[in-house]
């Protein structure tokens, strides 16, 4: 895990000495033989200038990818779009396909690879299919982030409703940028300062009263305000300065994949770095092969797909996962390789799945450094919730910080047990329970969910583990 202030000074090409000035200027008296975090590494890198991606130390290829500035190129945006059901969050995907495209082209469009992209004025935006916070979330507890800007969809005739707190809560655990598109603005009952008012209750805050989040106002019906929300997009996506290194080996996540019956295997794939092509030998999750062809969401053959481009891939050995890691290797035997030892890591993994943060674990983790308690609560009434968060409040959290991460009236479910997975929280339900969706994803993930029926009980165990004194459970 991490590498030595030497070996990292060595693989940026600078002087120990530069490194470990930096690090003692953020606290960390280091020397040139100490280990750095992962955390640190990308840290200091950053302060450098650089960037650095550290990919999973146990992989044999391991590989850290160290790009200079000056090989970083701006990339397009990638957005994915979520909101409460019913709100238009179809409807405004399929209104953004049709922009800028001619009727009579639209039937070329209707191709469906995962993602699509967009042009306005002559700016690229990626788009991701699959709306919604599950699949967003699904893929990032596979340790795939591949969304740079949420467009949260609201229907101005309902308001905030549980789906769009639980998307705020899922963009904020992800620490991703909301672009609000306040929708149906056609309808008679349509009343978009109150959904601006309800939102600045969840931390929203529109940029016109003094917060930090660009709204526009949208039919997704009546295809208005569509280039309004592209722009405003764009404008978010500046202020993140987005760039990638196109002149590399591939790599990136795959956000879809099937089996084609004249095709065999076919993945889209969002190009993160580098440039893919035809002929190139890739590694995706567990599959490998040499790309055959690359189709592109307009459904036409591409010669090369370049960051923050989806693509589908053509030639692979057998069908990934969403959310799997892919990467070109200049030897196919080494694809191949990785593949195969992925594929054993995953049958072993199976037998001994990491367990995530537990109540029993808790006073561990603090001894291992741990300084945050993540929780998602379920109740039967508003009232516990608040109940809780009250006490926890008056709860010394000088060792632990203690932090809703997301909270809602209802059962547990299992978009509750992947949002605990992918933020390594606790789950804790008021009288309610998990729906035997839940439970399975719960056992599979191994997340801890506890279910208490009077709120001091619930005080008294996260007290109790906190010093590490929690009876045990039977
Ligand atoms: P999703 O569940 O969020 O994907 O919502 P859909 O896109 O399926 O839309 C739900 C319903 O709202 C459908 O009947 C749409 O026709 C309707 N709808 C979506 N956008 C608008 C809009 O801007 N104006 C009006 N009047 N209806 C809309």
Redesign the pocket.
């Known amino acids: 895990q991490g590498s030595t202030v030497g070996e990292f000074a060595d693989l940026l090409g600078v002087p120990s000495g530069d490194v470990i000035k930096r690090l003692f200027l953020l606290g960390q008296a280091l020397t040139v033989t100490q280990t750095m975090s992962d955390e640190l590494i990308e840290l200091i890198a950053d302060d450098m200038g650089r960037k650095v991606r550290i990919v999973s130390p146990e992989e044999e290829f391991a590989v850290v990818y160290n790009d200079k500035e000056e090989d970083l190129k701006p990339r397009p945006p990638v957005v994915t779009v979520m909101?409460?059901?019913?709100?238009?969050?179809?409807?405004?995907l399929d209104a953004i396909r049709h922009t800028g495209v001619a009727s009579g082209e639209a039937g070329g469009i209707t191709q469906h690879i995962g993602a699509s992209v967009v042009d306005i004025n002559g700016r690229q935006i990626t788009f991701i299919d699959t709306?919604g916070h599950e699949a967003f979330t699904a893929m990032r507890a596979r340790g795939a982030q591949v969304t740079d800007v949420i467009v949260l969809?609201v229907?101005a005739d309902d308001g905030v409703m549980p789906q769009t707190i639980e998307a705020i809560n899922h963009a904020k655990a992800a620490n991703v940028p909301i672009v609000v598109a306040v929708?149906?603005?056609?309808?008679p009952g349509a009343q978009p300062d109150r959904v601006r008012q309800e939102l600045v209750e969840h931390g929203v805050i529109p940029e016109e009263w003094g917060g930090s989040n660009m709204f526009v106002n949208?039919?997704?019906?009546?295809k208005l305000g569509i280039d309004d929300l592209l722009e405003t997009i764009i404008l978010q996506a500046d202020v993140l300065e987005l760039k990638a290194n196109p002149d590399a080996l591939a790599s990136g996540f795959v956000i879809e994949a099937n089996l084609d019956k004249g095709r065999g295997p076919v993945a889209t794939v969002l190009v993160q770095r580098g440039t893919l092509k035809p002929g190139d030998s890739v590694v995706a999750g567990e599959s490998y092969g040499r790309v055959r062809a690359l189709i592109d969401p307009r459904g036409n053959h591409a010669k090369q797909a370049t960051p923050s481009d989806p693509v589908e891939i053509l030639g692979l050995s057998s069908v990934p996962t969403a959310g799997d890691e892919f990467r070109v290797f200049e030897d196919e035997r080494d694809a191949r390789k990785l593949a195969e030892e992925r594929a054993m890591r995953a049958r072993l993994k199976e037998q001994q799945t990491k367990s995530h943060m537990s109540l029993d674990d808790l006073f561990n983790r603090i001894e291992e450094g741990t300084t945050e308690l993540n929780l998602v609560v379920k109740a039967d009434v508003q009232g516990s919730i608040e109940a809780l968060r009250d006490a926890f409040e008056k709860m010394d959290q000088s060792e632990v910080k203690i932090q809703i991460i997301h909270s809602a009236v209802g059962g547990v479910t299992e978009t509750d047990v992947t949002l605990a997975a992918a933020s390594d929280a606790i789950i804790i339900g008021f009288n309610v329970r998990p729906t035997a969706g839940a439970r399975k994803a719960a056992e599979h993930e191994k997340v801890d969910i506890r279910l208490y029926r009077v709120i001091y009980q619930a005080i008294e165990d996260i007290n109790a583990a906190r010093i590490g004194m929690l009876a045990p459970e039977f």
């Open positions: 909101g409460h059901v019913d709100h238009g969050k179809t409807s405004l709306p969809v229907a929708n149906k603005i056609d309808k949208v039919s997704a019906k009546q």
